[in-house]
Every structure is written in C-alpha cells, then in structure tokens.
C-alpha cells in the first residue's frame, strides 16, 4: 500500500513540473529614460550669502544617502529624539505587524504545494438488532467492538500555476508590505525633523517678537516722558500703546504654535502628551547640510518605497489574472486512503484486516453564466490601474524631487535677500532711535523703523527655517536612504526579505 501511495504521489509531483503557469508573466517596469529632474540645468551649488550661518549647499550627482540621514543637521537632540522614536512610535510596530502576517499568509499559501495527510483512529462498541439482522460478528455475538486506523491523503497537482501563482500574489502583496514599513519609517524620521525645525522657527520668532515688544515699550516710555514735559501730545502716547498691544498680541499666538509643536514632537515620539520632551530646538542647534547627495534618476525608481510598493502591487495583480485564468481550466485531485480495521485493538493491524483506495477526479467548469470570463476581465483591469497607478508614482515621485530642488534653490536667494534687508531693517532702526532721542525725528518714524525691522527679521527666520525644512523634504524625495539602515528589523527569521517560489528582488 505504501508503495502504490508514493506512486501516486510521485505522478502527482511529475505533473506539477511539466506544468505550467496560465497569464501573463511579470516583467520589471523599466526606469524613466530621464538624465534630470528638471528642464534646465541645475547650479552646482545653492549660494546664499555664504556666511558660517548661511553655507552654501552643494549638489552631489550619485551621490549615496546615509541610512541616518537626519546626522546631516549635526544635532545631537535630534539624533536622541529620532533614536528614540524608532523604539517607541507605535505606527512603526503596527507596520512590522502587518509584514509579519502577509509573510505567514504566504507560508500558508505554499502549504498548497504539498499533500494534504489526515490521520484518523475510529473506536466504537456496537450491538446488532438480533430481531432484524444477523449478528455483524463472525462469532455470532450481537456485541461487537471495532477499531478503525485510517491515514488519508489529498492532492492537487498545480498543472496550470494556480497554487503558483497564487503564491507569487501573496509574495508580492508581502513585498508591498515591506516598503509600506520603509515608508512608515521615512515617513516618521522625516516629520520628527520638520517639526524639530519648525520648533526651532518658532522659538526665534517669539525672540524676535519679545524683542521688538521690548522696543515698543521703550517707545512708550519715551513717549510717556515727552508728554510730560509738554512736548507731544495725549493721542500720541495712545496711539502707542495701542501699538505695544497690539505687538505683545501677536507672543499669545506663536506660545500656542510652540506648545502644540511639542505635543506633536511628543506623539511621533510615541509619548503622550503629558510625558516632557527633553530635548529642544533653536535654528542655532541645527547645522544646515552643506553636501546634498543627488540620486540619478534612473536610481530613484529603486530608492522610493512608494515606488517599490506600487511596483509589488503590479507584479501582484498580474499574478492574480494567472489566478483568474487557471480557475477556467481543468482542476486534477488525486486522493489515496489506506488503513486497517478489526474487532479487537490487539489485531488492528494483523492479516487481512487492511484497506486502501486510490481515486482520482477532475473537475472543469462547463457553465457559470460567465462568472469566471468576467472574473478574469476584472482581473486584467485591475492589472491595468495597477500599471496607471505605478506610472503617475513615479510621475509624482519626479516631482517631489524637482520642487524640492526649486524651493532649495529659491531658499537661498530668499536667505540672502531677507538677511540683506533685515540688516540693513536693523540698521535703520538703531538710527532712527537715535534721532529719536534726539527728538530729531517723530515716534512715527520710529514706528516704522521698527515695524520694518520686525517684518524683516521673521521673514529671515522663516526663510532660514524653510532651507532647512526643505533640505528635510529633498532627502525625503530620495527615499531617504533606507536600503543603508539596520535600525527597524525588515528581514524574515526564516531568509532573506520575503520567502517564496519567486523571492523578492533587493533594490540595491
């Protein structure tokens, strides 16, 4: 009997080999024919107005990104917070969960490749109906025990690939799940240094503003002593605590932003909001990277996880029309059963007590009403959206570099205009107090003076806060250098990446 079974078997796994897999076969989309990301040519570097606080920044072509990118900024809080994020953001356990399961999904998948073995053992006491029947027994005794030991064994020969490529759908949605973690990953380091800038921008705009409220106060008090001595008018000194107030309204707002920030940094953090941050920012703690690392274009393709997961979700729809295919053909099943049954335990397995049965089935669809032509239809289509959401990715994608690369380049003239006018606002300001004390000039010259001087000094924060913001977001758009990091554990315990008959390629 075992040998008639491992016959089977044996047919059953030559028919799986001489086999083959029904639709289309997955070919790797070609990367973009692009030599750059935009029309014209890019500067060699990015001037601003090439002080120590304002560096000029560098583009490297081919260049590689480092997996802790965010080391660029030479900030030690940074590094701690973002360190600690990883360990502790629960969108990143979440991702790595989902992972987990679409690989066990595949390894429940291939299961379909090998025979299904049920073992079964069957006792039972029985008494025969003496009045009806004639006893079961060969002794003629109307009470019986039986034991029944039962292996049997199913299978389906995969003759047209759809166990196959079945699996090739679950490795590549598996696949797809991999770069969604890269993706939650680039994500999470990118927003933990937006908003680390953007404290630091809100920190120097309520310095700025704290500042020119502690001029207007020193406006009104001047103003206060000249209306003592007769010089100036009541209107005047009311006219300028309205301005006063008005100045110190606007700290209320930027307390808020700040305070909002932190909860923010708090929640990437994976803390509540009642838990302190320790650390925090000023645009002083953050070092403006002077080299930028630019991928070619035909590597972006390779480095984007948006990118890399769309391509998964394509090779999975395309392996989903075989599915659709394979489920009009033929269905092979061979099932083989042996096992023996007797009165007594102590006999089960003695002469002329064994059984077997060997049987085979095919099964072929006839008429459905067209649910599985339609099916199939279906299939196709999805492999076409697939392949149109693939495409405008990557379309997206160029873009995202390339604004980026424009708001670089606009950053830096920003820089140099508003630190060129905030200056010169400054300078003006000192002068105009001077007079002022003098009594050379009216408090509304002043009052311009100042109120120039603090739209030129948030104007520079800002600008100077949007460079590094930007350079944040062009890192970002490169993929953010994933493929050179080992903080956030990807790989399966079982091999390399995601398992399966046709493996997932390593981008790099």
Not at 63 to 88: H, V, Y
Not at 245 to 267: F, N
Not at 392 to 411: E, P, R
Request: glycine fraction near 6%; include cysteine.
């Amino acid at each position: 009997m075992t040998c008639r079974i491992g016959s089977v078997v044996g047919v059953a796994t030559m028919s799986l080999l001489v086999g083959c897999a029904v639709g289309p076969d997955f070919q790797q989309p070609k990367p973009p024919l692009a030599e750059s990301y935009l029309p014209e040519k890019l500067p060699p570097q990015f001037v601003a107005d090439g002080s120590e606080a304002n560096p000029a920044q560098r583009l490297t072509p081919g260049g590689d990104i480092a997996g802790a990118w965010w080391a660029m900024f030479q900030s030690q809080p940074l590094d701690d917070l973002i360190a600690r994020a990883i360990k502790q953001n629960p969108n990143l356990t979440a991702a790595q969960a989902v992972l987990k399961q679409a690989r066990e999904t595949v390894y429940a998948q291939q299961a379909s490749f090998f025979p299904t073995i049920i073992g079964t053992f069957s006792p039972s006491r029985n008494k025969t109906p003496t009045a009806a029947l004639s006893p079961a027994s060969a002794s003629g005794n109307p009470y019986y025990s039986l034991h029944t030991a039962q292996l049997s064994i199913s299978y389906n020969p995969d003759v047209f690939g759809l166990n196959r490529r079945q699996t090739e759908s679950d490795v590549a949605l598996a696949e797809a799940q991999r770069y969604q973690l890269e993706a939650v990953y680039l994500t999470l380091t990118s927003n933990l240094v937006l908003a680390a800038v953007t404290e630091a921008s809100i920190r120097a705009q309520i310095q700025a503003t704290e500042e020119i409220v502690r001029v207007e106060r020193g406006v009104l008090e001047i103003l206060r002593k000249q209306q003592k001595l007769g010089q100036i008018a009541q209107l005047d000194v009311l006219s300028q605590q309205a301005i006063t107030a008005q100045a110190e309204a606007t700290l209320p707002p930027l307390v808020k932003q700040l305070g909002q920030q932190r909860d923010l940094l708090a929640a990437l953090s994976g803390s509540l909001s009642n838990e302190a941050v320790p650390e925090s920012f000023t645009l002083e703690s953050l070092h403006l990277p002077e080299q930028l690392p630019l991928s070619l274009p035909s590597r972006l393709v390779e480095q984007r996880p948006d990118i890399k997961q769309a391509e998964a979700n394509l090779h999975a729809s395309s392996a989903l029309v075989g599915v659709a295919v394979a489920d009009r053909l033929p269905l092979l099943n061979l099932t083989a059963q042996g096992g023996s049954q007797a009165n007594a335990l102590n006999g089960l397995f003695k002469s002329g007590t064994g059984f077997w049965t060997l049987a085979g089935s095919v099964m072929q669809p006839i008429f459905d009403g067209g649910a599985l032509l339609h099916r199939e239809r279906g299939a196709r289509a999805a492999l076409e959206q697939a392949a149109a959401q693939y495409q405008s990715t990557v379309i997206s994608a160029f873009q995202n570099v390339a604004d980026s690369l424009q708001a670089l380049k606009a950053d830096a003239d920003t820089v140099r205009l508003a630190t060129v006018a905030s200056t010169t606002a400054d300078t003006a300001l000192r002068i105009t107090q001077d007079q002022l004390r003098l009594g050379q000039v009216s408090y509304l010259a002043q009052l311009n003076a100042q109120q120039t001087a603090l739209q030129a000094r948030l104007t520079l924060v800002q600008a100077v806060a949007a460079r590094l913001s930007d350079t944040a977001a062009l890192i970002q758009a490169l993929g953010g250098g994933w493929w050179n990091r080992t903080d956030v554990a990807t790989e399966d315990p079982r091999g390399d990446n995601v398992p399966g008959l046709f493996g997932a390629h390593s981008s790099r």
